[in-house]
């Protein structure tokens, strides 16, 4: 019997788990995310149920989602030293309607994993390895296929890599107690960000190399908010703005919009 994973963070944030969505409007095999057709259809059906202007939003939002699979097999690596399996072909992509918004998440068919070895050098080995195989064979030519067929560059989805990485690190500073886990979880990403080559990503950089900005939440001044490391294309939907987060708002951009939210919230009336 494979271990027994706790999806509840997994699933509650990134959609992703062996039952998958309770009632999904849409499924795709992963594994035909490089057939034209069917990527042009996810796109199109993804980019329906968020009110998406063009294929940008719903190309940036499934090119993500597959960061948030090599975040998941980070995450379960640090709290279990196993490797899920998340393969192309392991999964299936779902589309999810929940009243006003939509999960856009996986299902894996088969819950199963390997060991991950404890020796420090043998486990970067065993990771540097894992990684080659994971984006050449599955990530990189996908993010590739559905930049081509969001009319995007393959770059606006992979510089939203970065920012994903450190969101989840942020969140296990804050909501992770055991040391053990954060250390290891620390050990491995970097292993991912500094000796994974970029010809892997066919690219210059690795897009997991990220060096964070962070901005006050205008309603609560002790809280702080990272700048996401790329535009997400949330503004190309009907009626769409920016995120208070967007690294292209401008400064009086963000000054006007938090006065909004601050007015909005009945503060200093």
Same mark, same amino acid.
């Given at each position: 019997?494979?271990?027994?994973?706790?999806?509840?963070?997994?699933?509650?944030?990134?959609?992703?788990?062996?039952?998958?969505?309770?009632?999904?409007?849409?499924? /795709?095999?992963?594994?035909?995310?490089?057939?034209?057709?069917?990527?042009?259809?996810?796109?199109?059906?993804?980019?329906?149920?968020?009110?998406?202007?063009?294929?940008?939003?719903?190309?940036?939002? !499934? =090119?993500? $989602?597959?960061?948030? /699979?090599?975040?998941?097999? /980070?995450?379960?690596?640090?709290?279990?030293?196993?490797?899920?399996?998340?393969?192309?072909?392991?999964? !299936?992509?779902?589309?999810?309607?929940?009243?006003?918004?939509?999960? /856009?998440?996986?299902?894996?068919?088969?819950?199963?994993?390997?060991?991950?070895?404890?020796?420090?050098?043998?486990?970067?080995?065993?990771?540097?390895?894992?990684?080659?195989?994971?984006?050449?064979?599955?990530?990189?030519?996908?993010?590739?296929?559905?930049?081509?067929?969001?009319?995007?560059?393959?770059?606006?989805?992979?510089?939203?890599? =970065?920012?994903? &990485?450190? &969101?989840?690190?942020?969140? &296990?500073?804050?909501?992770?107690?055991?040391?053990?886990?954060?250390?290891?979880?620390?050990?491995?990403?970097?292993?991912?960000?500094?000796?994974?080559?970029?010809?892997?990503?066919?690219?210059?950089?690795?897009?997991?190399?990220?060096?964070?900005?962070?901005?006050?939440?205008?309603?609560?001044?002790?809280?702080?908010?990272?700048?996401?490391?790329?535009?997400?294309?949330?503004?190309?939907?009907?009626?769409?703005?920016?995120?208070?987060?967007?690294?292209?708002?401008?400064?009086?951009?963000?000054?006007?919009?938090?006065?909004?939210? &601050?007015? $909005?919230?009945?503060?200093?009336?």
């Amino acid at each position: 019997m494979d271990t027994e994973f706790d999806f509840t963070v997994v699933k509650r944030y990134y959609h992703i788990s062996p039952e998958g969505a309770d009632n999904p409007v849409y499924e /795709l095999p992963a594994s035909r995310f490089m057939s034209s057709d069917d990527l042009l259809t996810a796109l199109h059906t993804s980019g329906q149920t968020v009110q998406a202007i063009s294929n940008a939003l719903p190309g940036s939002f !499934i =090119g993500t $989602s597959l960061c948030k /699979l090599g975040l998941i097999q /980070l995450l379960f690596a640090a709290q279990y030293d196993r490797l899920i399996d998340l393969s192309a072909d392991n999964l !299936i992509y779902q589309i999810e309607r929940h009243g006003d918004h939509t999960h /856009l998440g996986y299902k894996i068919k088969e819950l199963r994993s390997v060991a991950i070895p404890s020796p420090p050098e043998q486990r970067e080995a065993f990771w540097i390895a894992h990684w080659q195989s994971f984006f050449a064979q599955f990530i990189t030519p996908s993010v590739e296929a559905i930049a081509a067929g969001a009319g995007l560059k393959a770059e606006a989805i992979w510089q939203q890599f =970065g920012g994903q &990485l450190t &969101l989840l690190k942020d969140f &296990l500073s804050e909501h992770e107690p055991r040391a053990d886990v954060l250390r290891k979880f620390a050990e491995d990403s970097r292993t991912l960000a500094e000796r994974i080559e970029p010809e892997w990503f066919k690219r210059r950089r690795n897009p997991f190399v990220h060096q964070p900005r962070y901005i006050e939440n205008p309603l609560n001044t002790e809280e702080k908010w990272q700048i996401q490391s790329s535009c997400c294309m949330y503004d190309r939907r009907e009626n769409g703005v920016k995120c208070y987060t967007c690294p292209r708002m401008t400064a009086a951009e963000r000054d006007e919009r938090a006065c909004a939210m &601050l007015e $909005s919230a009945g503060v200093g009336a």
